[in-house]
């Protein structure tokens, strides 16, 4: 296991088009996480999973947004009819429960373009 | 709200110079407070916890809670050292434990 990977790397639509993105976390870790980071920020929290249920979503993610993690093992982000603000880098990070269980580890990123 | 700064988006200094990378955050209790880094074409990585009082790669961390900061420092940089750094926080409280970063700060360190 060489650590979380995600799929596509980069990934350029055009706005209003269905866009999804995979992430295959580190096999033991039963937490996921997606982030989005825009240019010159930090990464910013969408959402959890913690095993296949999905426990908290930020206000970040808008209806047009819904992730998956079905069995508990691959999670998959979808951005329905994407608007040029989507532009960004979305990031996976799994963890897992333990002392130190929230170091999450991440994977390499998806950077979307919407033109 | 509960809010990370990195006050500083770019610093520079000279090999063999002593580094600070500022970080305050805004928060009533107690957080987990963490530093992450991302070489350049690498994902973001854990550089160290606080909780664990390490010294990772020389670079150490101290919690300050009157003053509500975790500034990182090493008292010698090196050119490897250059990289995008973020400071990060998680609340105990929440079941997620999700991360809140700051905006970064980008050190470049010249031979």
């Known amino acids: 296991d060489t650590g979380v990977s995600q799929d596509p790397r980069h990934k350029i639509t055009k706005r209003g088009q269905n866009v999804t993105f995979r992430c295959d976390p580190i096999?033991?870790?039963?937490?996921l996480y997606w982030y989005r980071q825009t240019l010159g920020q930090g990464p910013e929290f969408l959402t959890y999973?913690?095993?296949?249920?999905?426990?908290?979503k930020s206000r970040l993610l808008s209806d047009r947004f819904s992730a998956e993690r079905p069995k508990g093992s691959f999670s998959t982000l979808e951005i329905q009819r994407t608007e040029q603000g989507d532009s960004a880098m979305y990031l996976c990070?799994?963890?897992?429960?333990?002392?130190?269980?929230?170091?999450?580890?991440f994977g390499p990123g998806t950077r979307l373009t919407v033109t | 709200a509960q809010r990370v700064t990195q006050p500083e988006k770019l610093l520079s200094v000279f090999k063999g110079a002593p580094v600070e990378l500022k970080c305050n955050y805004s928060?009533?209790?107690?957080?987990?407070l963490f530093w992450y880094v991302q070489y350049s074409r690498q994902r973001l990585q854990l550089l160290l916890r606080h909780i664990s009082r390490e010294s990772i790669k020389g670079f150490t961390a101290d919690l300050n809670k009157g003053e509500t900061s975790f500034h990182l420092k090493k008292p010698f940089a090196q050119e490897e050292d250059s990289a995008m750094y973020y400071c990060a926080l998680v609340f105990p409280s929440g079941s997620a434990r999700q991360l809140t970063f700051g905006s970064g700060t980008q050190l470049t360190v010249l031979p």
């Open positions: 096999s033991e870790h039963n937490r």
């Open positions: 999973f913690q095993n296949e249920a999905q426990l908290e």
């Open positions: 990070a799994s963890s897992k429960t333990g002392r130190f269980g929230y170091e999450q580890y």
């Open positions: 928060y009533s209790g107690s957080p987990e």
